[in-house]
């Protein structure tokens, strides 16, 4: 089984062919034209822009991803929600047009589901890939979603806890603006920090308790924004170096604590699956697999490949392999777009 992949949730067009070996996915190609650098000139993604830049950049992805293999897949998947509409509607509008035309299975798959099974793709050239152990708690930290995912089964999953304002890489993208960096905001701060103090700001951790799974980002944001105002201007590089640092450390902080609490709560738990843009953080990586060291020792870590972690559709691939090891495929006539999907 071969599957042609398309992503078009947000500002990255792609698209990728993956192929079920040893019940695991295998990405045969892989292709992305990311928006990045049109929406860094406006600090961040206008959704209208996103559509117009898929419409001109999926065409040529798909032909790239499906260039040498043309002709050789089995079935389309693509990502249909949650998302930006427009941005969403011209893959889904793509994948169903190749179902159809070509008659064969389609898959409709949840772009958090795909950021989920970007926890099964094997890192390049690894030998000894061991994929997760189910039951996993997915750590899913994005721009547009933090969220603490039980999966039972292939599947399954049910939310513990998420975020009831800004996602753990919104506050990313916010704090880098009101250090005066492009967007997005991720890298920024991860660049800058690694030259600061993680711990000259003392910033809050929301629902700060042994039991809570749930997260809030909009407080630390206000704390960084109280602390940025009231500082003389302009801002020497190594202040902005140790809020960046500070910030960082306090976001591995909070997602390493709710990921622990869930550990405890939850005992059977056999893998902790790291995915989303900000799992593409590397403090944020090495800060939690020691803290799951610390208190579950037993319990793997795994992360997203780092090309992995922010949206591809090698990821939505992936997600229908499983789809079509473990469910069935969709019927594209009664797929419909949705905006606020839940997983
Ligand atoms: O998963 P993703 O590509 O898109 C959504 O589904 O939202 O995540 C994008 C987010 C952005 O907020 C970006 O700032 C953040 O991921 N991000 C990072 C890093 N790389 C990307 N955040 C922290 N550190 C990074 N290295
Ligand atoms: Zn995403």
Redesign the pocket.
């Known amino acids: 089984m071969r599957i042609l992949a398309i992503e078009t ?4 067009t792609a698209a990728a062919i993956v192929e079920v070996e040893n019940y695991l996915p295998k990405i045969i190609t892989h292709a992305v034209a990311s928006q990045i650098e049109i929406h860094s000139a406006t600090g961040g993604v206008i959704p209208n822009l996103a559509a117009r830049l898929h419409v001109e950049n999926l065409p040529v992805i798909l032909k790239k991803a499906t260039e040498n293999n043309r002709e050789r897949f089995d079935a389309v998947a693509v990502t249909t929600g949650p ?1 930006l509409i427009g941005a969403l509607l011209m893959g889904v509008t793509a994948a169903k047009a190749i179902a159809s035309t070509k008659n064969i299975p389609f898959y409709s798959i949840n ?2 589901e795909g ?1 989920i099974y970007s926890a099964w793709l094997a890192p390049k050239n690894s030998k000894k890939f061991a994929p997760p152990q189910l039951p996993a708690l997915i750590v899913i ?5 933090t969220e603490l995912v039980l999966m039972h089964r292939h599947g399954y999953f049910e939310t513990l806890g998420s975020t009831r304002d800004d ?7 916010k704090v ?1 603006r009101l250090l005066d960096l492009p ?8 660049k800058l920090a690694q030259h600061g103090d993680r711990h000259a700001y003392k910033l809050p951790i929301s629902f700060n308790d042994d039991y809570s799974l749930e997260f809030s980002f909009s407080g630390i944001k206000a704390h960084v924004a109280n602390i940025i105002n009231k500082l003389p201007k302009p801002i020497p590089a190594h202040v902005k170096a140790d809020i960046a640092a500070s910030f ?1 450390h306090t ?1 591995a902080e909070t997602i390493s604590l709710k990921t622990v609490n869930a550990l405890e709560q939850f005992p059977g738990i056999k893998s902790v699956c790291l ?10 990586r090495s800060f939690l697999e020691q803290k799951i060291n610390q208190s579950r020792p037993q319990v793997a870590f795994i992360t997203a490949p780092l090309e992995y ?4 559709a090698a990821m939505v691939g992936a997600s229908a392999i499983f789809r079509h090891l473990f469910g069935h495929a969709d019927d594209w006539r009664s797929v419909e777009v949705d905006p606020n999907k839940a997983i």
């Open positions: 949730s947000c500002d990255e998302g772009h958090l950021h930290v994005s721009g547009g979603h996602a753990a890489g919104e506050a990313f993208d880098a967007y997005p905001g991720g890298p920024e701060i991860s960082e976001v995915v989303g843009g900000v799992a593409a953080n590397t403090y944020l972690c922010t949206d591809n």
